[in-house]
């Protein structure tokens, strides 16, 4: 299983995206390549993901190329994909075959998808709940990194980062209830009635932390709201521990089942198209924030699967546009 909640961190509670992090290596690769090609799109992001010096030169060659110091490379997607691998071991990003978890390639794409969501959405969660109790000790006073700004700074860019978390939960919980659900039902009525109950206690609380967090924004004009911070990261906790009890229960009772259905690849690829496009949203505004919650290797499995099932026009309206992209 990957590391869900990492602990070390330079940007107070935030995490750092690929796009953001600081080189580690003093390598430079060159990138050249059609700029709004998926495959040099998916490239970049795995050159961003091992820390070097990056250089992208838009080309219109067919083909992308990689240079290194003396060496050029130049192939297929995964012939470069294992060139970057063999010259920058780490982070390693590529298992060849998908066995986080214990999956493997008989498992229903949409199961992936579901269980990477679920890894994604836990770990930002522990971050806004390790940030609010951050901001909570310091009684809403300026935090060390300077980076962070005012209180009243921090506290827009802890709402930004809530409301991009809330959006992938809601349209999580809706591609669930309307696309996973039924499928489900059909097999074993009644099976999905505890998972749907959860979503129904979970969207209130979601959407009061959303208007508490607006509230105290508000509040901050007028001086320090240290008893409003602590109740922000109880809520927070409270969030945390019922998601983290609801995402066991269904990969322990729910995923399976939907291998059980003994599903045909047909209907396994129409189920995770119908997926990703009830997913739109989250695809189009906060895919970089998805795959910022994933550790390498589970952000480049993500990543194939929205290239091997997801409509190509669609993954390339975001794919080429997005920060992670460079």
């Known amino acids: 299983m990957g590391n869900c909640f990492p602990n070390s961190s330079t940007k107070s509670k935030s995490e750092i995206s690929p796009a953001t992090a600081k080189p580690t290596s003093a390598v430079t690769v060159k990138l050249s390549g059609p700029p709004n090609s998926l495959a040099t799109s998916y490239l970049r992001f795995a050159l961003l993901h091992k820390k070097v010096h990056l250089r992208f030169v838009p080309s219109e060659d067919e083909k992308p190329t990689i240079h290194v110091g003396a060496e050029t490379v130049s192939g297929s997607q995964e012939v470069l994909l ?3 691998e063999d010259k920058f071991p780490e982070p390693r990003l590529m298992l060849w075959k998908f066995n986080l978890e214990g999956f ?3 498992t229903p794409p949409i199961v992936k998808t579901i269980w990477l969501q679920h890894r994604s959405m836990l770990w930002h969660m522990e971050r806004m709940v390790r940030w609010s109790e951050d901001l909570a000790a310091r009684g809403g006073r300026r935090a060390v990194d300077p980076s962070v700004g005012t209180p009243k700074m921090e506290i827009r860019k802890f709402a930004k980062s809530y409301s991009q978390l809330h959006e992938i939960m809601v349209e999580h919980a809706q591609m669930e209830e309307r696309i996973l659900f039924p499928v489900l039902e059909s097999v074993d009525r009644g099976k999905c009635k505890s998972a ?3 979503h129904g206690r979970e969207l209130p609380m979601m959407n009061g932390i959303k208007e508490y967090i607006k509230s105290i924004g508000v509040m901050m004009d007028s001086g320090v709201c240290s008893e409003e911070l602590f109740s ?3 809520r927070f906790k409270s969030l945390q521990m019922m998601c983290k ?3 066991e229960e269904e990969e322990k009772d729910l995923l399976p089942m939907v291998e059980a259905a003994e599903m045909g690849k047909g209907k396994q690829k129409k189920l ?3 997926s990703l496009e009830l997913m739109r949203g989250t695809h189009s505004n906060v895919c970089d ?7 390498p290797q589970e952000a ?4 194939d699967l929205l290239m091997n099932f997801a409509d190509p026009n669609f993954i390339s309206s975001f794919i080429c546009q997005q920060d992670i992209a460079g």
């Open 196 to 198: 749907n109950e959860e």
């Open 82 to 84: 294992r060139y970057i």
């Open 232 to 234: 922000l990261a109880s």
């Open 300 to 303: 480049m499995q993500y990543l």
């Open 289 to 295: 924030f998805l795959l910022q919650g994933l550790t």
């Open 245 to 247: 009890a609801h995402f």
């Open 272 to 274: 995770m198209n119908q």
């Open 104 to 106: 493997d390639e008989a």
